[in-house]
């Protein structure tokens, strides 16, 4: 299922639930399939046009009133554009807001540089009272929406718009401040994030077959970090790669390196996009340009190897 699909469902459901929640889209309720809520809710959901600073400020003078504001839109618009409002209008003030960031990274897909968001993550993670999350997939999203519903403070839900590999059954428990461990492994850690925990799936069986045993750790939380899932797999392993669907500068492979530098120093090795602005592509064509493929995790994987 689509991931617009299940977020329109879970929004449906929790509306359902919460009387006191409000959802707000930039003019991209159709794009991100939450068009449904303004009919089941007429009164909660509803469009603020193309004018997201305006629709920032009204979720935290909603939330100062007591309600539980969601803002809806692609991530280049939920972030770089709304910075001073997420800085001092949210965090600052200490409201209780979701942003909901769509269309991450490469997956803007055709949209082009000028939607394509590499530095979201980067942007929000100075501001304090921010939490960033980095969905993986339709499982994860639902489970995220589902145990946040009551968070304290700013929540940026990162996530593609469209269909996403799915990594998880439906057995799955979120929990925001844990990450997962998806496969456990001695020689080297892969920590992923987003859409970069199937090809990091990917790559450690690839290496499986060349002998290398690698753990594959999804970090879905960026801030705040779990620090105890890195270093406790770094004590095995000694030598890590980070894949992220976003700028290498800023994102997860700041994040973890900033965890290694204090407290366990080793190699890190990063895969994702060094420091280039977007452009129109399909995620195949994007994944390559932008060397993050399955080939190019193993790659990485064998270069940081070397270092122990």
């Known amino acids: 299922m689509e991931m617009r699909k299940v977020l329109c469902e879970t929004m449906e459901n929790l509306m359902n639930k919460h009387d006191n929640i409000i959802f707000m889209d930039g ?14 809710f007429p009164e909660r ?8 600073q305006n629709m920032a400020s009204m979720a935290a003078g909603m939330s100062a009133y007591g309600m539980n504001p969601y803002i809806c839109t692609f991530t280049a618009f939920s972030t770089r554009r709304i910075c001073d409002q997420i800085a001092i209008s949210m965090a600052y003030a200490k409201q209780n807001i979701k942003i909901i960031g769509t269309d991450a990274g490469i997956a803007s897909e055709l949209n082009g540089g000028t939607h394509m968001s590499f530095e979201d993550i ?8 921010v939490t960033i999350v980095d969905l993986a997939d339709e499982v994860q999203l639902k489970e995220a929406l589902i145990e946040t519903v009551d968070h304290k403070g700013v929540l940026y839900l990162r ?7 799915k990594i998880y059954d439906e057995n799955y428990k979120f929990d925001l401040y844990k990450g997962d461990v998806i496969k456990e492994g001695t020689d080297v850690t892969i920590f992923c994030t987003g859409i970069m925990c199937k090809p990091s799936i990917d790559a450690c069986e690839m290496l499986k077959n060349e002998g290398i045993n690698a753990e594959v ?8 970090i779990d620090k105890d899932i890195i270093l406790n797999s770094l004590k095995k392993t000694k030598a890590a790669v980070t894949c992220e669907n976003h700028n290498i500068i800023g994102g997860l492979y700041s994040a973890v390196s ?6 366990y120093p080793v190699s890190v090795e990063p895969v994702g996009v060094d420091d ?6 399909s995620m195949k064509f994007l994944s390559k340009k932008y060397n993050m493929t399955a080939e ?3 790659l990485a994987c064998k270069k940081v190897i070397k270092t122990k």
């Open 159 to 165: 996530m593609p718009r469209k269909e996403a590999p």
């Open 276 to 281: 280039h602005f977007g452009e129109v592509g």
């Open 217 to 224: 750790i999804n970090i879905h939380t960026i801030k705040p």
């Open 27 to 40: 003019d991209l309720a159709e794009a991100n399939g939450t068009m449904p809520l303004r009919k089941v």
């Open 122 to 129: 980067g942007v929000l993670r100075s501001i304090p009272n």
């Open 258 to 263: 900033e965890v290694v530098a204090r407290n």
């Open 45 to 52: 959901a509803f469009d603020t046009g193309i004018s997201e």
């Open 296 to 298: 190019d995790i193993v």
